[in-house]
């Protein structure tokens, strides 16, 4: 198991730019998989980008392609989504997960495929 921890949340404007991070616990983070999920008011938790455990791999939602990144430094035990030209419809708590990669290479989507979840990070965007 691995403890997850999110940071760097907050209150912007349409257009602007945030950085979220999510550091991990123990000494096998190199060995997990990482995604970030994000639940609005009143809507089911939903995919947005995934990475592989070595960071070759990286896949994300169709609404955020383009606009986030997602990467990750091993040796810091953290990942990241960076956020550019934030729209009012990403306002959301934003959740990193962890699962034991299968192999180095996948990048896992589903919700269900984690195991390991933080406490998340609220993310409020204003028009």
């Known amino acids: 198991q691995v403890q997850l921890i999110e940071s760097g949340g907050g209150l912007v404007q349409a257009g602007d730019s945030l950085r979220l991070s999510c550091a991990a616990s123990?000494?096998?983070?190199?060995?997990?998989?990482m995604g970030w999920f994000r639940q609005a008011p009143g809507k089911e938790r939903e995919f947005v980008a995934a990475v592989s455990s070595r960071g070759g791999t990286t896949t994300y939602a169709d609404p955020v392609k383009g606009r986030f990144t997602i990467s990750r430094d091993n040796a810091k035990n953290t990942g990241y989504l960076q956020m550019n030209s934030l729209k009012p419809e990403d306002t959301a708590v934003y959740y990193c997960?962890?699962?034991?990669?299968?192999?180095?290479?996948?990048?896992?989507?589903?919700?269900?495929?984690?195991?390991?979840w933080g406490q998340g990070t609220q993310v409020t965007v204003s028009s």
């Open positions: 123990g000494r096998t983070f190199s060995s997990y998989a």
């Open positions: 997960a962890a699962v034991v990669a299968a192999y180095s290479g996948r990048a896992y989507t589903r919700r269900e495929s984690y195991n390991n």
